[in-house]
Nanobody, 120 residues
């Protein structure tokens, strides 16, 4: 099994920044991708950013230029640096690790989420 934990959420004023971190522990043979998702108060969960095993990353249009996803392979952590936050970024942010526990397998593991609130 793989255990995923997010951290770094909190309350921030509009225009401010937060850095979220997502750590995975357990028996991981290979990491295919790690994605950050969010779910607002009245919305479904949506994909925000993803980093692939080759290091490439992709972002939803509404966070491009504001959010940066990065990975520390040695620590099995993936961070999401969020800048120029606005009230619409308020949500529970979760990360998804898509990994192989052994060669040829694919499993998805979610964290419990961390609350980000943007408010003055």
């Amino acid at each position: 099994q793989v255990h995923v934990v997010e951290s770094g959420g909190g309350l921030v004023q509009p225009g401010g920044s937060l850095r979220l971190s997502c750590a995975a522990s357990g028996s991981i043979h290979r990491v295919y991708s790690v994605g950050w998702y969010r779910q607002g108060p009245t919305a479904e969960r949506e994909w925000v950013a993803v980093i692939l095993d080759d290091g490439n990353s992709n972002y939803r249009d509404y966070v491009k230029g504001r959010f940066i996803i990065s990975r520390d392979n040695a620590k099995n952590t993936v961070d999401l640096q969020m800048n120029s936050l606005n009230t619409e970024d308020t949500a529970v942010y979760s990360c998804l690790w898509r990994v192989a526990i052994e060669a040829g397998t694919t499993y998805d593991f979610w964290g419990q989420g961390t609350q980000v609130t943007v408010s003055s």
